[in-house]
């Protein structure tokens, strides 16, 4: 067979056109092959045998070393919340309706930098869990009553620094804690109500809110006056004196929902209608990436997640903001996403209203194992050998004498 090609490349002045068509037709159809697997790929519905298979996730919250908690609901039995780990396959419930009925109380589950998850359910208390233990964190009443709605933690040589997000009356405000004393809770002057707090550096910590204006003062109807999104840099050194907001940045529709970080320790602000990119405090980038949910993966990655329905998928690395077109639009209505090893694991609904999990596998898209990067491995390979074959004949009747 090497020989008949041999012959027919040789035989310039009647086939050189058949095998220079023969090439255009490869590169056309390689083309073709090629540009027929630009959808991302490695997202799909998951099929598993979780203990919150069946259930809602309303929340959940992965361990570092791949266990997780989560919050399921089911119209027959109601909230769950329980701690499962993988790997034995062993389920530690927490709260129940056959004992304790207080999940509908958890404010929130979140994991902290040590692995350690920590959610609230009773005024001026932090429940953590961690390598299946629970321990109870118990604040006094020395400073005011409050509930917890959300904590972050900033870890250093000399330290871990935690930060709360706390419910004061009709207001949200902030206290840090020192040893297991609250501050003075923050001033709440400034008529904006925060949803979501994070470490950004020693000392400084980002929070997230809404600002509620006087009745039509921003030009919206005086009946309901438009909530503005807000990015808050909150100052707390660890000490015991009281957290002050050093800046607050407002920014003109939206909501402000998620916080995630980048590889170089950037961190990523998810919105309904933009998100930022957020350097420092002076320096904030505005990315038209709207989002229901930013989360970073375990290579720095950040993932903007649509909605349902969506024919997208937007990720920021080190070499910037990329959109994925995907094979299939996006088949879940958020609830709760988390990452765990190399996936993305997206909880919610689909549009029957039936509970699904839809995971993102951030290793597969461009892998060998992929249709794209089998086929681009293929069209080198195909390409450089059809190429060496006509080097190879161009050369010998370069030293052919004439």
């Known amino acids: 067979m090497a020989g008949g090609w041999r012959r027919l490349l040789e035989e310039e002045s009647e086939h050189q ?45 992965y361990h570092h070393d791949g266990a997780y908690t989560a919050l399921v609901f089911t119209p027959e039995a109601g909230y769950h919340l329980f701690t499962e780990d993988p790997a034995t396959n062993t389920v530690m419930p927490v709260y129940s309706p056959q004992t304790e009925d207080k999940g509908a109380d958890v404010r929130f589950l979140k994991t902290m930098p040590s692995g350690e998850v920590l959610f609230s359910i009773q005024n001026n208390q932090v429940v953590g869990l961690m390598d299946g ?168 990655t950040v993932w903007f997640l649509g909605a349902l329905g969506s024919t997208t998928l937007q990720s920021l690395d080190d070499t910037g903001l990329s959109t994925h077109v995907l094979g299939r639009p996006v088949p879940v209505d958020l609830s709760s996403v988390g990452e765990s090893g190399d996936f993305i694991h997206v909880h919610g609904v689909d549009e029957s209203g039936d509970p699904v999990q839809w995971s993102i596998d951030i290793k597969a898209n461009g892998s060998i194992e992929s249709g794209r990067g089998f086929l681009n491995l293929l069209y080198v390979l195909v390409g450089g050998v059809v190429l060496a074959f006509m080097l190879r004949y161009a050369l010998v009747e370069l030293r052919r004498p004439a």
Request: no cysteine.
């Open 17 to 61: 056109w058949l095998s220079m068509a023969a090439f255009l037709v490869f590169v056309i159809a390689g083309a073709f092959a090629i540009g027929a697997t630009e959808h991302f790929v490695g997202a799909e519905l998951t099929n598993d045998d979780a203990g919150y298979a069946g259930g809602l996730v309303v929340d959940i919250a």
């Open 133 to 300: 233990e629970m321990v109870k964190y118990e604040y006094p009443t020395d400073n005011g009553v409050f509930a917890v709605l959300d904590v972050a933690e900033h870890q250093s040589e000399t330290g871990t620094q935690r930060l709360l997000l706390t419910q004061e009356g009709v207001n949200t405000s902030f206290r840090g804690i020192v040893g297991m004393n609250p501050t003075h809770a923050m001033s709440t002057s400034t008529g904006v109500q925060w949803h979501t707090i994070e470490a950004h550096s020693e000392g400084l910590w980002i929070a997230l809110g809404s600002h509620h204006s006087t009745s039509g003062a921003d030009g919206s109807s005086p009946a309901t006056p438009q909530a503005r999104p807000v990015l808050g840099w909150i100052a707390w050194d660890g000490s015991d004196a009281t957290p002050v907001i050093q800046k607050v940045n407002t920014y003109d529709s939206g909501v402000f929902h998620s916080i995630a970080s980048t590889a170089n320790g950037e961190h990523v602000i998810g919105g309904t209608t933009l998100s930022l990119l957020v350097h420092g405090a002076e320096n904030v980038e505005i990315l038209e990436a709207p989002t229901v949910q930013v989360i970073g993966d375990s290579e720095g």
